[in-house]
């Protein structure tokens, strides 16, 4: 395990937000971690971000992976984040992946909403998987409840499952009319 910086508050931030449709979610991250950050006396190092990434999608999210780069040469001390499932919302086993490089070069994770996630005990250790579970099954939960919205849209109201008709494409029904009534 690394030694930590004499100071040991060298710090990477990190912000996420899942769609387009949060424009405001890192300003409101970003407005927050400072604040924190401020007042812990942390020396940011590195500001990583990933814009429009769902939580689970790890290997896509380069600011992400830039966090673990900079943990892994020993850059950073530490990790803020807004809140957990901002960083990582994955079942105990992708948790585990993630986070043991991290662990073994000595950097932590902390959060606004959270504080800092304990490593190095059992109890901690479990509160830390039991919130990444948590925020795991609340990640399921809304994409099976937008699957399903959509499904009932398609279904009740023949609404495209993709929202409005790629270009090119003609519905079933339009097949039907004469051509001076296509649209």
Avoid at 108 to 115: A, L, T
Avoid at 124 to 133: D, F, H
Avoid at 145 to 159: K, S
């Amino acid at each position: 395990m690394r030694k930590a910086s004499a100071s040991g508050n060298r710090v990477a931030v990190y912000y996420r937000m899942s769609d387009d449709t949060q424009d405001k979610s890192i300003d409101r991250q970003a407005a927050e971690v400072s604040r924190y950050v401020e007042e812990k006396g942390y020396r940011v190092v590195e500001v990583c971000k990933d814009e429009g990434i769902s939580g689970s999608e790890v290997l896509k999210r380069k600011g992400l992976q830039r966090t673990v780069a900079l943990a892994l040469s020993g850059q950073i001390d530490g990790v803020i984040v807004d809140d957990l499932d901002r960083y990582l919302r994955l079942d105990l086993l992708e948790m585990g992946e993630l986070l043991g490089p991290l662990r073994r070069a000595g950097v932590w994770i902390e959060s606004v909403s959270q504080g800092r996630f304990d490593y190095n005990s059992m109890t901690g250790r479990l509160m830390l998987g039991i919130t990444s579970e948590a925020k795991h099954g609340q990640l399921t939960d809304n994409a099976r409840r937008c699957l399903t919205q959509h499904l009932r849209r398609a279904r009740d109201e023949g609404v495209p499952l993709m929202g409005k008709m790629p270009y090119g494409y003609i519905r079933v029904e339009d097949l039907e009319k004469p051509l001076d009534q296509k649209g």
